[in-house]
């Protein structure tokens, strides 16, 4: 089955720098890769997705690249707000209308 | 639309007693998925449907643990005898073949 692995497990900045987040997963017949944000005691909300005929995808602070043949992906967020701050999990599967395989998720603390 | 609908939103219950957890997908999803999420193992899919149909129970943990669809717009998880290493939030979601999974608010379990 698939797996997804997400780095880093935590990562900490500073209010305005950029924030990476970065997903690997084994499968290769996936070709769908959303990431959802959690905020403490929230239900998982999508924030970006990216399809396998696509490299990159933007909204507006929010950015997704996509390597299919290294099978990775990241999430970059720039100009970090403190309403940032949350947990972000990437997934991975063959279809949207497929069971997402999640990674294991990033707590991101942006400091004022 | 009101979104994905579950309840309980919290449920107590002491070792051995059965649990119900309901869920009501998005009007014209077809695809309903169960999500369990701890803070050792993250975001776990336990079961999915497509058209009231189970296709993926591979996740489910044990034969304590049993899912239903018995039409579009309702889905139970069950836990029968429940035990306290079940203590987590269950998650809702469901979707279309080619939109996003939107994710019910949850229910957290506490078993004594």
């Known amino acids: 089955g698939e797996n997804v692995e997400q780095h880093p497990s935590t990562l900490s900045v500073q209010e305005g720098d950029s924030a990476v987040i970065k997903c690997t997963y084994s499968?290769?017949?996936?070709?769908?890769f959303p990431w959802y944000k959690q905020e403490l005691g929230k239900r998982p909300q999508l924030i970006i997705d990216?399809?396998?005929?696509?490299g990159e995808k933007k909204d507006q602070r929010i950015a997704v690249t996509l390597n299919k043949t290294a099978k990775h992906f990241s999430l970059h967020i720039t100009e970090t707000q403190p309403e940032d701050s949350a947990v972000y999990f990437c997934?991975?599967?063959?279809?949207?209308?497929?069971?997402?395989?999640f990674g294991k998720g990033t707590s991101l603390l942006v400091t004022p | 639309d009101a979104g994905v609908i579950q309840s309980p939103r919290h449920e107590v219950t002491e070792m051995g007693q059965e649990v119900t957890l309901r869920c009501k997908p998005i009007?014209?999803?077809?695809?309903l998925f169960w999500y369990r999420q701890t803070m050792m193992r993250g975001l776990e899919l336990l079961i999915y449907?497509?058209?009231?149909?189970?296709?993926?129970d591979s996740g489910m943990p044990e034969d304590r643990f049993s899912a239903k669809m018995p039409n579009a717009s309702f889905s139970t998880l069950k836990i029968q005898p429940s035990e306290p290493r079940d203590s987590a939030v269950y998650f809702c979601?469901?979707?279309?073949?080619?939109?996003?999974?939107?994710f019910g608010p949850g229910t957290r379990l506490t078993v004594l």
């Open positions: 979601a469901s979707s279309t073949v080619a939109d996003t999974q939107y």
């Open positions: 499968d290769s017949a996936s070709n769908y």
């Open positions: 990216i399809r396998s005929n696509v």
């Open positions: 997934a991975a599967s063959p279809n949207s209308g497929y069971a997402l395989n």
């Open positions: 009007s014209g999803h077809d695809y």
């Open positions: 449907f497509n058209n009231n149909v189970p296709i993926d």
